[in-house]
């Protein structure tokens, strides 16, 4: 029974601010999703031809392949760095961080916080999957305790490795960043919900407000060993419980 | 004639069946049958009762859906 | 005498494991061997191979220019690896999925229906094993029994030697298929 | 007599440091050296000894630097970028004579460069990638059983002379499977003791360990000291191997896993009836200037190979010094050389 | 009109674990008193000859001359990953770092955090003058808004500097940490609370609690150009406004 | 004309960076370059230009990055180990081509050191600390003067080759004041567009700033581009001096401080009557090897002084190869030779 | 007799007065000499109102004091 | 001609300001200078020097083996530059502080009460002028004019203007107390 859609309205396709390229991301990994809300929010204030992303080393290395937009490679763990440095060399810019948990909260812990203390005009989007995807599944400074990773093979162990840090927690210390949240995807609304904040945390930059910080639970199906469903659960059963949602700081 | 419709894109389709699970309707199933890269395919089972809600692309990482809805107006 | 093969096909196929059971059954059988994984650009789901040496003198180089056997289990692989075989080599091809034979003349193809072998036995994961053997009678590198004493004990020391059996049966399904 | 395994490089290298005692392991995930810490992470705890994923590779070193302070066997292991961010901690090691051992698994430069075998890290390894007048003694192993032999003796170098000693190894070599007979264990407990370590000041005065001294007189002596000891290393630890060296015409002079490659090379050059040999530096600093002068002195041409631009060749042209032609054949960004292309090369320089 | 000290009892004296060497502070300086409470807080707990201290790059580069023990001087903003590897090497030793503010707060940030969040069983001295003492008086992360250094020559502007951090408040979002505590010297009373403090910070690690933290409020005379007493002054008035006293974490 | 002013070294770097039009500056304290930094503190923001002082000598390079990427003319500047510290970040900026301008005022070493004039980090800035086949231009001046035309240098150089330049100085040049006429300040928006920035995809292809390619053909590639690269600046940019060299039996090699303390030595020796003559590299990478083997071609003693171990003495002998005798005098740890030491040196080789 | 007494070591004492202001009893002041580093080293200028209390050594940072107190079994 | 004189004293007394004043006035006046400061080991409350050369062609080293004049404010300085001066050359002594007597013979020293003129004047700060006052009349390196100049400037820039007239009296009280 085949549909003529020529004859109906179209409610959702690609952001224009995406190209055509297929993401390197396994089956069912929020990183894509989180690209999609990305592009769909850059397309909704029209900052397309002001914007530069900076991409990670991590899954998201590629960032740079799908946005239609300039962007910055960096090493791991500089980007909030990098973006202090390009946002003070051009400030009619519009410069977003994608940082996984490793490169933000681990190896870029000093210049994550630090460019969150000073205020950089800056958004951050920090996908806290609570393992290091691209390097192949070792403990992530947020991996949850117990949590079996290949290098916490009997899980982790909080009286050698400590616990999970909760980051956003730490930023929401600072007296300068105006909006730090935590968001998820697992299901529709945390998605329609994330999108907000994501759309929150750009604007703020373009209104001249300050930092913006969103954390994004992600999930990573390969390395946790879950399918992309029960990963999903994961998310919304357990790892909320250690990570809980919600904005920690909104001084917009 | 159904409120709305969805395509997807098979050659991106990974197969992760998170639109599978976020359809409100149970409009989606997996194909069964696998696209170039080896993934069994998404596809609408119930077409009719589709509702273009979204919520299936809201969820494809991949952005492999395209989701139409009847025009009010018509 | 030195040997050497490259086996390769998709991520998901297993020719990383083959290659190290075949490695490993060579060492077990007195061989000097080198084992090594090369991976595509791609970060996941790309194209694997592995080149396995097998020497009775130390292994020079893990890699080769003109790997005496090549396996190839996908088309990408036999695209990337007819020309590189050496005279007179060994082709054992993946007739399931490759639609195409071989062009050269001067090598020896086997056509082998390995995904069809695997699902015959009921296990499309066995397509590696299917193929291992395949090769063993195609170039008799190393006796049957080693490899399959090798593969058991690969499977074993990962908790996997429930799936002994059904290996087993893939390494004579290849071996038979070859004439 | 030891059990034959068929074993990956990076393993070999983290179970040969198990053995030779080492203690305390600190590292962060890069790639291609992951199988390396991950066999730590299995096998250190299981042991009572210390396994940490330490937030960054900065901190890594540094807690090295502590757990060698400590008078115990420690090591920490990388590839190029995160060697990169150990410069500062190894010029402090270096600076207070800590004994420690770090292994670069090589892999395409510069930048993020990908992760492929390469050896484009070989000025940071012998020249000193940080700042100050240091070295480090630095071992490149050709094969997986050379990696477990070179680890063992890299924990040995680096208590008798307390200072950082490296492995460089690269992608081909960590990721590779190879029969190795691995070493016995050593029990650590029976290592020799370290008298100037930090370990409780008991019925003796407090031990100091320290890289600086504000007086320029007092840190020249200190340096002297130093020079004074890298001088021993010279005389004392130059390794090579040399192949078909003897009658050869042309000789090549490759490392680590170029080496090995370029060994199948000159079989297939002597098969064709060309005088080819192999010079091989197992040190690489000290690198063994001497030796490879002596080569020269009776062969027309010493052909360097590298995954590289050209980083062993300086040596390699100050050892040689005009003796004989120095032609250099390279790959980058993480491309192996085959038997081949080197044999080609080798061809167009032979006689 | 002499008085006879032989028929006295001395009731303060130079703690046996100082050394006599002389300081290398300028006059005033905190530094020295808080020296001089760990080497009584060492004598207390007799645990000299199996302590090794940890020296950092500051002004308090020189810190192992002052005690009778192992030390380690260790390079800018390591010294809790020092610690770290110390103490695991060999968990019998007592452990402690003397860091400065610059050395813990900014160039040590992810050393310091993640030190505390694996709850090393160490003790950390985070000493907070609020500047960059040894270098000459630059910016410090502590530096109070509008403050003058050689680096915000016209005060500090939160603008472009953003504001103090507060590294305390950060421990404290964490887990692990047994201990983490804020006090000052500016009066007797705050030197004897601050005794108390660090005698308990030691003696968790000697009960194998896990990480304690006593940050310090301090003074630099010379960099702030005040007198000693002047400085005592600002600190009681002014800076504990900005980093309140008192215990953050106390889960001994 | 512009007016002479007696400035200190560092801050004509400083001052001389915001003529040339550098407009974000990025910086981590350490002595002996806080002049520098307290220049930038001072005059970049009432300029409305960027002064960071950063969490970290990492966070300083990766701003520098950041600032570069965007197209601005961008410096950072420290001393020997906050450099070792920044060599992940120059790696990354040379593998991503970007123009930057790094400043060492180098000190004791290695580790902590001292914070005494030094050149023990040669061997870093000139061989690549950092991991990779990269090189940085770098240049040495050896007075004050120097220090301000060299600055303007490393930004023209920088910009036109798209690389990262570093000014090696050291505690001596960057402590001491010296009369120096100031350039003019550029005005930063006169400069040549850089087509390839990050500043916007606005009717043009995105721009994309990145060191990496996980296909090593492809990588080989880049490096390929980088090596050519190189080559053509080995062409063009080589810079040197030669004093009294014409009639030398004996030529001094030094660069930067040395060189001005053995032109005093050069001095003192003709007044002895000894023909001696000073060959001083301004371009230490790339290095003058054509223009020194030449000069050794008619004298009988090449005489390296550094203040280190014996680094730039590689580079010497590299290029002398044994057509003179190539003797060493350095002093370390803070230690600053004086021209009569240096007169002493030269005696022991002279006719 | 003063309840207690305390003794300057005035090569140490560097001038800094904290130990003035942290004297409850207004005991010390600055002598007007200098020692050998220069500085102007703090004395007893009321030897009497001494008690013994401590608080200028507490307060000394150059560990500069010694205090006694009265034997109290005395 | 090259001149060089080293100004070496404790860290408080203005050593460094003192060569910085000596070498503007130089360079004023037409000559090619450098100033270099030395720091003592200690990191505060140490001992200071620094060395100004002066000369009518481009200086080479701005250290010097042999300079031609010593200024020592202290004890520790004389014991530490007495050897180093040139023959013939010119020690500054600062009698007020310093006990014992120049024992090279081949030297002209000077000794001059310079905290006590300092002290008559009513400001002990202004020690490093009358010590450059001292110096310059004894070598006539600089004209007085020239020096008196570049102090104004110095202070003036620095803001602290108000203190010129007091230095001024301060050279001059060191001038006339060498004769
Ligand atoms: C200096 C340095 N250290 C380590 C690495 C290796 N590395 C690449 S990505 C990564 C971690 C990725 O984890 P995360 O940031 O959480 O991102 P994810 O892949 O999970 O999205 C690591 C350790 C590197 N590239 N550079
Ligand atoms: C890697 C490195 N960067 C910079 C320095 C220079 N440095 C030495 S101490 C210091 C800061 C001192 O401040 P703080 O830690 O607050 O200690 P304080 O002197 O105030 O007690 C700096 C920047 C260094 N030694 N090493
Ligand atoms: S490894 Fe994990 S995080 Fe990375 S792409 Fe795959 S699922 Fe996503
Ligand atoms: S649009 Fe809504 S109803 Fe239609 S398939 Fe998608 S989720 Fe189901
Ligand atoms: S969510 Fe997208 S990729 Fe996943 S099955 Fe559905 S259409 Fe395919
Ligand atoms: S500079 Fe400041 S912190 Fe350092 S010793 Fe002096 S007063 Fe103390
Ligand atoms: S002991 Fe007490 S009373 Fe006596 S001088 Fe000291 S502070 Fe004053
Ligand atoms: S507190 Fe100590 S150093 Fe300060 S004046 Fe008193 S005795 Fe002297
Ligand atoms: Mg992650
Ligand atoms: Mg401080």
Redesign the interface.
């Known amino acids: 029974m085949p549909v003529d859609v020529a004859r109906m309205t179209k409610v959702f396709e690609r952001p224009k601010s995406l190209t055509e390229a297929r993401y390197t991301y396994c089956p069912g990994c929020h990183h894509g999703i989180i690209t999609r809300i990305i592009g769909q929010t850059i397309d909704e204030l029209g900052i397309a031809e002001r914007t530069v992303g900076i991409a990670p080393v991590g899954c998201s290395v590629f960032a740079y392949l799908w946005y239609r937009c300039d962007a910055v490679q960096v090493a791991h763990g500089r980007a909030s760095a990098v973006a202090t440095g390009l946002k003070r060399a051009k400030p009619e810019l519009i410069v977003f961080s994608y940082q996984g948990d490793g490169d933000f909260a681990s190896i870029g812990t000093a210049e994550s916080l630090h460019a969150a203390n000073r205020g950089e005009n800056i958004t951050v989007i920090f996908v806290n999957n609570q393992i290091y995807g691209m390097t192949g599944g070792e403990m992530a400074p947020t991996t949850l305790v117990h949590q079996k990773t290949t290098t916490t093979p009997d899980g982790r162990d909080p009286a050698t490795c400590g616990y999970p840090i909760r980051f956003s927690e730490i930023i929401a210390t600072l007296d300068a960043p105006v909006y730090v949240t935590r968001q998820a995807l697992y299901d529709t609304r945390r998605i329609q919900d994330c999108t907000r904040a994501v759309k929150k945390a750009f604007q703020n930059q373009v209104d001249g407000k300050g930092y913006s910080l969103v954390e994004i639970l992600s999930t990573c199906p390969t390395n946790w060993r879950m399918s992309p469903t029960k990963a999903n659960e994961h998310v919304a059963n357990v790892v909320t419980q250690v990570f809980p949602l919600g904005d920690l700081v909104d001084r917009g | 004639?159904?409120r709305?419709?969805i395509?997807i894109d098979a050659e991106?389709c990974?197969?992760?069946?998170?639109c599978i699970?976020?359809c409100p309707q149970k409009v989606l199933a997996f194909s069964g049958t696998l696209n170039a890269?080896?993934?069994d395919v998404a596809r609408m089972e119930n077409?009719?009762a589709c509702v273009?809600c979204?919520?299936c692309?809201?969820?494809?990482?991949?952005?492999a859906?395209?989701?139409?809805?009847?025009?009010?107006s018509? | 005498m030195e040997r050497s093969v490259i086996i390769a096909g998709f991520g998901g196929q297993g020719v990383l494991l083959a290659g190290k059971i075949l490695a490993q059954a060579g060492m077990d059988h007195g061989l000097e061997v080198t084992w090594l994984p090369s991976y595509g650009p791609e970060m996941r789901g790309g194209t694997a191979n592995c080149t396995v040496v097998l020497s009775d003198a130390p292994v020079g180089s893990p890699i080769v220019d003109e790997p005496d056997a090549v396996i190839v289990l996908n088309r990408p692989s036999l695209d990337k690896f007819e020309a590189a075989v050496a005279k007179g080599g060994t082709i054992i091809v993946n007739a399931s999925l490759i639609d195409r034979e071989v062009e050269r003349k001067d090598v020896v193809a086997h056509y082998v229906p390995i995904n069809d072998i695997a699902l015959k036995l009921g296990d499309a994961r066995v397509v590696n094993m299917v193929a291992l053997g395949a090769y063993l009678r195609a170039t008799n590198t190393v006796p049957l029994d080693a490899v399959k004493q090798a593969m058991a004990r690969a499977l074993e020391d990962s908790g996997k030697g429930k799936f002994v059996p059904m290996n087993d049966k893939a390494l004579d399904g290849g071996y038979r298929a070859v004439s | 007599m030891a059990e034959r395994q068929l074993l990956r490089g990076n393993e070999v290298i983290a179970e040969a440091a198990i053995r030779a005692g080492c203690q305390c392991y600190f590292a962060y995930p890069i790639t291609p050296q992951a199988e390396l810490l991950e066999h730590m992470a299995r096998n250190m705890p299981r042991l009572g000894r210390t396994f940490i994923q330490a937030e960054s590779e900065v901190a890594a070193i540094n807690m090295v630097y502590g757990a060698a302070s400590a008078g115990v066997r420690t090591m920490t292991s990388s590839s190029s970028p995160g060697i990169s961010l150990k410069m500062e901690g190894i010029s402090y090691i270096a600076g207070s004579n800590l004994p420690a051992v770090i292994v670069n698994v090589v892999r395409g430069g510069p930048g993020l460069g990908n992760i492929a075998p390469s050896q484009c890290d070989y000025f940071q390894a012998t020249k000193g990638g940080g700042h100050g007048d240091y070295h480090m003694i630095v071992l490149a192993p050709s094969t997986v059983p050379e990696a477990a032999v070179l680890t063992t003796l890299a924990f040995d170098l680096a208590d008798l002379y307390r200072t950082p000693v490296m492995i460089l190894a690269d992608g081909l070599l960590g990721q590779m499977l190879e029969p190795v007979e691995l070493p016995d264990p050593i029990d650590p407990a029976s290592l020799p003791r370290k008298p100037w370590a930090t370990t409780g000041a008991v019925g003796r005065d407090p031990n100091i360990i320290l890289s600086f001294d504000l007086g320029p007189e007092n840190l020249k002596r200190m340096n002297e000291t130093l020079q004074t000891k890298y001088r021993e290393i010279r005389a004392r630890e130059i390794r090579y191997e040399e192949t078909d060296v003897a009658d050869a015409d042309l000789v090549i002079a490759a490392y680590g896993s170029t080496a090995r490659i370029a060994k199948s090379a000159v079989r297939m050059a002597r098969a064709e009836g060309l005088k080819v040999g192999l010079f091989r530096p197992i040190t690489v600093w000290p690198f063994p200037y001497d030796a490879l002068r002596a080569v020269a002195d009776h062969v027309s041409t010493v052909l360097t190979v590298e995954m590289s631009a050209g980083q062993m060749w300086e040596d390699v042209r100050l050892a040689v010094a005009e003796r004989a032609a120095t032609p250099f054949y390279g790959e980058m960004g993480g491309v192996v050389p085959t038997p081949r292309n080197i044999l080609d090369e080798v061809r167009k320089h032979a006689r």
């Open positions: 004639m159904p709305g419709t395509v991106r990974k197969g992760c069946g998170l699970a976020a890269s080896g993934y077409p009719e273009g979204t919520f692309a809201l969820t494809c990482p991949d952005i859906i395209t989701v139409y809805r009847e025009k009010k018509a």
